[in-house]
């Protein structure tokens, strides 16, 4: 496709402008404007525009002082309202008439949020997609409120200004020496090394005169604006993509977005700061599902006109409640624990998806879910079949775009000493209770790395995987190797900011020891223990309301291991500090005692 190139004039510079022009077939198409960061120029968005000239018009131009457009003379010509003169030029110059479409990286988003919040051109922007660059007034708040004598918080700031050491270095006197003596090819070759720019990325010709330019964006800025922070704030849809590995700006440095925001959704994706190089064909993609959710493109013809669940229903940031729009599937839903969890997410706005065997039940808790106000749908699946698990994974992408946070929790007991415990049970309790969850970890967790956009795995093991004892070597091994599998998945998947958890409940009142084989005694035996152990359980009265309260905080914290009831922390923290304890205490059968 053949791309324009034309002058727009703006306070004193000269801007270089780069057009895609309309697209062949698409008359309407949006207009969107790509700005870039520092110490970049216009160039780095070309792998972006190839895959999104096609669909829409795509402009991007070199910010003053980079690339091909001018340089003003000094500090002063740098300051952020003179910027977004810059951007209204190139606004009433490609689309004078119609809402554009706005994308930043770095700089570029830092320039874009003073534009978004200012009054007179929100009815001249359609919406923003934010990549690596927060306001710059949102950040004087935020370090404001980290100040208070609060441990998170004072962490949190610590990190981001070990991150932030070159704001204060663009403030000495050598900086722009620097670039002026050889640093383009240092700089380049540290960001190569640190794996920030891919090893086939071009070198901007420029890019000596662009890094010594844009220091003046820091030294104009950064100081004036954190002594001076105005509350500035938007209605326009605004989308925050965060790479979750960013070197320069920490997630959490954006976590207060939704206090200026009222139309806010935000990605976090594994990445590193320059995502647009890495990762250009979902970058694409992110950034097309907000230009299509903010006006939805013509169907074309012959399709199915059925209308779809917007990508972004599960991304919307919203403090009311914190998991709205997000997809949760619980197996093991009908009862017990995998009820109260889907009833935990529901509260919370999540979108549920209860499977059990029992369709009758799993259905009860998707009823519940409603109840509360969240959409819920319920599903017949026997975890351990792995054509049902198939089928429902492929059902949960085809009908709700794909899971956030998966619980495995699906289980059954099994007690009784190892050599009266028959094969048939062997595999029947290894097929619920571990095949189950190695499906549902499998075939989820290839759907979340394949959508690139994070999510979670909760695995539901037992106190029995780190207590061992003569009296349930089945079901411990099974919830043993439940653990194991949850910490190497949990390893394998990082890189793709999808966390996993193995929740260790402890006893719990729920209804699987009524359900639990007693294995080596007759039938009028296994019931009369059935009831001594449920009588016992119910003296105990710790709830699956308070498992299901640990397993949502675990998620949001992305705990590794989570011992819930104190007796499963005390067999956690024994196991681990004195294993031959564990192992005596193994050695009692609870079962004669009965």
């Given at each position: 496709?053949?791309?324009?190139?034309?002058?727009?004039?703006?306070?004193?510079?000269?801007?270089?402008?780069?057009?895609?022009?309309?697209?062949?077939?698409?008359?309407?198409?949006?207009?969107?404007?790509?700005?870039?960061?520092?110490?970049?120029?216009?160039?780095?968005?070309?792998?972006?525009?190839?895959?999104?000239?096609?669909?829409?018009?795509?402009?991007?131009?070199?910010?003053?002082?980079?690339?091909?457009?001018?340089?003003?003379?000094?500090?002063?010509?740098?300051?952020?309202?003179?910027?977004?003169?810059?951007?209204?030029?190139?606004?009433?110059?490609?689309?004078?008439?119609?809402?554009?479409?706005?994308?930043?990286?770095?700089?570029?988003?830092?320039?874009?949020?003073?534009?978004?919040?200012?009054?007179?051109?929100?009815?001249?922007?359609?919406?923003?997609?934010?990549?690596?660059?927060?306001?710059?007034d949102h950040v004087a708040f935020w370090v404001r409120r980290r100040l208070r004598p609060r441990l998170r918080g004072l962490r949190q700031l610590f990190?981001?200004?070990?991150?932030?050491?070159?704001?204060?270095?663009?403030?000495?006197?050598?900086?722009?020496?620097?670039?002026?003596?050889?640093?383009?090819?240092?700089?380049?070759?540290?960001?190569?090394?640190?794996?920030?720019?891919?090893?086939?990325?071009?070198?901007?010709?420029?890019?000596?005169?662009?890094?010594?330019?844009?220091?003046?964006?820091?030294?104009?800025?950064?100081?004036?604006?954190?002594?001076?922070?105005?509350?500035?704030?938007?209605?326009?849809?605004?989308?925050?993509?965060?790479?979750?590995?960013?070197?320069?700006?920490?997630p959490a440095l954006l976590d207060d977005t939704g206090l200026w925001c009222t139309n806010l959704w935000r990605r976090d994706v594994p990445g590193w700061?320059?995502?647009?190089?890495?990762?250009?064909?979902?970058?694409?993609?992110?950034?097309?599902?907000?230009?299509?959710?903010?006006?939805?493109?013509?169907?074309?013809?012959?399709?199915?006109?059925?209308?779809?669940?917007?990508?972004?229903?599960?991304?919307?940031?919203?403090?009311?409640?914190?998991?709205?729009?997000?997809?949760?599937?619980?197996?093991?839903?009908?009862?017990?624990?995998?009820?109260?969890?889907?009833?935990?997410?529901?509260?919370?706005?999540?979108?549920?998806?209860?499977?059990?065997?029992?369709?009758?039940?799993?259905?009860?808790?998707?009823?519940?879910?409603?109840?509360?106000?969240?959409?819920?749908?319920?599903?017949?699946?026997?975890?351990?079949?792995?054509?049902?698990?198939?089928?429902?994974?492929?059902?949960?992408?085809?009908?709700?775009?794909?899971?956030?946070?998966?619980?495995?929790?699906?289980?059954?007991?099994?007690?009784?000493?190892?050599?009266?415990?028959?094969?048939?049970?062997?595999?029947?309790?290894?097929?619920?209770?571990?095949?189950?969850?190695?499906?549902?970890?499998?075939?989820?967790?290839?759907?979340?790395?394949?959508?690139?956009?994070?999510?979670?795995?909760?695995?539901?093991?037992?106190?029995?995987?780190?207590?061992?004892?003569?009296?349930?070597?089945?079901?411990?091994?099974?919830?043993?190797?439940?653990?194991?599998?949850?910490?190497?998945?949990?390893?394998?998947?990082?890189?793709?900011?999808?966390?996993?958890?193995?929740?260790?409940?402890?006893?719990?009142?729920?209804?699987?020891?009524?359900?639990?084989?007693?294995?080596?005694?007759?039938?009028?035996?296994?019931?009369?223990?059935?009831?001594?152990?449920?009588?016992?359980?119910?003296?105990?009265?710790?709830?699956?309301?308070?498992?299901?309260?640990?397993?949502?905080?675990?998620?949001?914290?992305?705990?590794?291991?989570?011992?819930?009831?104190?007796?499963?922390?005390?067999?956690?923290?024994?196991?681990?500090?004195?294993?031959?304890?564990?192992?005596?205490?193994?050695?009692?059968?609870?079962?004669?005692?009965?």
């Amino acid at each position: 496709m053949t791309r324009h190139s034309h002058r727009v004039r703006s306070a004193g510079v000269e801007l270089a402008v780069t057009d895609s022009g309309i697209p062949a077939g698409h008359p309407d198409a949006p207009t969107l404007i790509l700005v870039h960061g520092y110490p970049d120029n216009s160039e780095t968005w070309l792998p972006v525009v190839g895959r999104l000239e096609s669909r829409y018009r795509v402009v991007t131009y070199d910010v003053r002082g980079a690339g091909a457009s001018t340089a003003p003379k000094g500090r002063s010509g740098y300051t952020l309202d003179l910027l977004v003169e810059d951007l209204a030029a190139v606004m009433d110059t490609v689309s004078p008439h119609r809402p554009v479409h706005l994308v930043g990286h770095d700089w570029g988003s830092i320039q874009l949020w003073e534009a978004v919040t200012a009054e007179h051109l929100t009815h001249r922007i359609a919406s923003f997609t934010s990549i690596s660059g927060p306001c710059l007034d949102h950040v004087a708040f935020w370090v404001r409120r980290r100040l208070r004598p609060r441990l998170r918080g004072l962490r949190q700031l610590f990190v981001q200004s070990l991150r932030s050491w070159y704001v204060a270095a663009f403030h000495l006197p050598g900086a722009v020496l620097f670039w002026q003596i050889g640093g383009a090819g240092l700089v380049t070759r540290a960001l190569r090394m640190a794996d920030e720019w891919p090893d086939a990325t071009a070198v901007s010709p420029t890019l000596a005169s662009d890094g010594a330019h844009g220091i003046n964006l820091y030294r104009a800025n950064v100081l004036v604006r954190g002594a001076r922070p105005r509350e500035r704030r938007t209605d326009l849809p605004v989308q925050l993509i965060v790479p979750v590995g960013d070197r320069f700006v920490t997630p959490a440095l954006l976590d207060d977005t939704g206090l200026w925001c009222t139309n806010l959704w935000r990605r976090d994706v594994p990445g590193w700061h320059w995502l647009i190089r890495h990762e250009p064909d979902r970058v694409a993609r992110w950034i097309s599902e907000l230009i299509d959710h903010v006006e939805p493109p013509d169907p074309d013809p012959g399709s199915d006109q059925t209308a779809t669940r917007s990508p972004l229903d599960r991304l919307r940031v919203g403090r009311e409640l914190p998991d709205r729009g997000k997809v949760v599937v619980v197996t093991g839903a009908g009862s017990g624990i995998g009820r109260q969890t889907s009833l935990a997410f529901a509260e919370r706005g999540a979108e549920i998806v209860a499977a059990d065997i029992d369709a009758d039940a799993a259905a009860r808790t998707a009823t519940l879910c409603r109840d509360l106000g969240a959409p819920a749908t319920h599903h017949q699946v026997d975890v351990g079949d792995a054509e049902a698990m198939e089928a429902l994974a492929k059902a949960v992408e085809r009908d709700h775009g794909g899971a956030d946070i998966v619980v495995n929790n699906a289980g059954i007991g099994m007690a009784g000493p190892l050599l009266d415990t028959s094969t048939e049970d062997w595999e029947r309790v290894l097929r619920v209770n571990l095949w189950g969850v190695i499906h549902g970890s499998r075939l989820f967790g290839q759907q979340m790395s394949a959508r690139g956009e994070g999510g979670h795995i909760v695995n539901v093991a037992s106190m029995a995987a780190f207590t061992p004892s003569r009296s349930y070597p089945a079901y411990a091994t099974s919830k043993a190797a439940v653990l194991m599998l949850s910490e190497c998945l949990r390893a394998e998947l990082a890189d793709a900011s999808i966390g996993v958890t193995a929740i260790c409940p402890g006893v719990v009142n729920t209804g699987i020891v009524s359900a639990t084989r007693f294995v080596g005694v007759g039938d009028a035996e296994q019931q009369r223990r059935r009831t001594v152990t449920n009588r016992l359980y119910a003296r105990r009265g710790f709830t699956p309301e308070k498992v299901a309260d640990a397993i949502v905080r675990s998620v949001d914290r992305n705990r590794p291991v989570v011992p819930v009831a104190l007796e499963a922390q005390v067999m956690r923290l024994v196991s681990r500090l004195a294993p031959r304890t564990t192992r005596r205490l193994a050695r009692i059968d609870p079962t004669t005692r009965l």
